[in-house]
């Protein structure tokens, strides 16, 4: 957030827009995505991340400022927070094997998918999902409250609840939004069927959350407003599955891509 932010008013950009936070948020971003995805804690490896993070927020700056360019003369479109993610992802897969100092955590290790077949498991049968068969509603939305957290990469529903909060003092629509967005992204993950420890830790609801907040934020809400913003999860929910099957071979999270496209 420093580095980009500070990059921003070295550079000359708009002082409005630096303080409106449009020239900041993917710098924060990216900071939460190599503490998230690069090894390392109060070591030497977290010292690495944390020197680099403010060189990479500043990329982000210029990337946001080449995609606004090229999206919003042309198709009227903000870059929301593809430059966060062409600034992360990137990365990651340079430290993957490319960028000696730098190592990503296990949980991303390269990964090819088996085809799935009708004689598969019940990923939802009590054993493999207890929580689930125990819990009904509650988990639930929990699993909703956890996929706001995990907007700014906080896997916990304490984390969700106050972001969510957080989300009230500046618009309630936009809180409603943030949350039936989720909710409405982890029933249809359920329905399916994706894996149920995923949708619990909230990684199949964080993009239809901003989905449904971006569409609640660029057009006036009406009725039609809610049905595209629910068409619009649905979609969201569909593409969160395409990219991370594409992702999974190269060792690389999908980000916030599917809420982008």
Known sequence: LFGSTAFSILTGIDSHAVQAGLFGYNGLLVGLGLATFLDGGWDIQGVKTLVLSPFLGA???????????????AFKCPPFTLAFNATMIWFVLGSASRFSHFHVRPFLAPAISTLSTAADADPYTPSACAELHSLHVVWVLRAAVTSIGQIFLCGSWPSGLLILLGAVFCSRIMAMALFFGALQAVL??????????????GLWGYNSALTATAVVTFFVPTRITVLMAAL??????ILDGAF?????????????LPFCF
Not at 59 to 73: A, F, I, R, T
Not at 246 to 251: L, Q, V
């Open 232 to 237: 619009g999860v649905f979609l969201t929910v």
């Open 188 to 201: 249809l993950s359920l329905l399916l069927g994706a894996p149920c420890a995923e949708i619990e830790f």
């Open 244 to 256: 991370k099957q594409a992702m999974a071979p190269f060792g690389a999270p999908a980000g916030t």
């Open 59 to 73: 990329l982000s700056v210029l990337l946001q400022c080449v995609l606004g360019n090229l999206l919003v003369p």
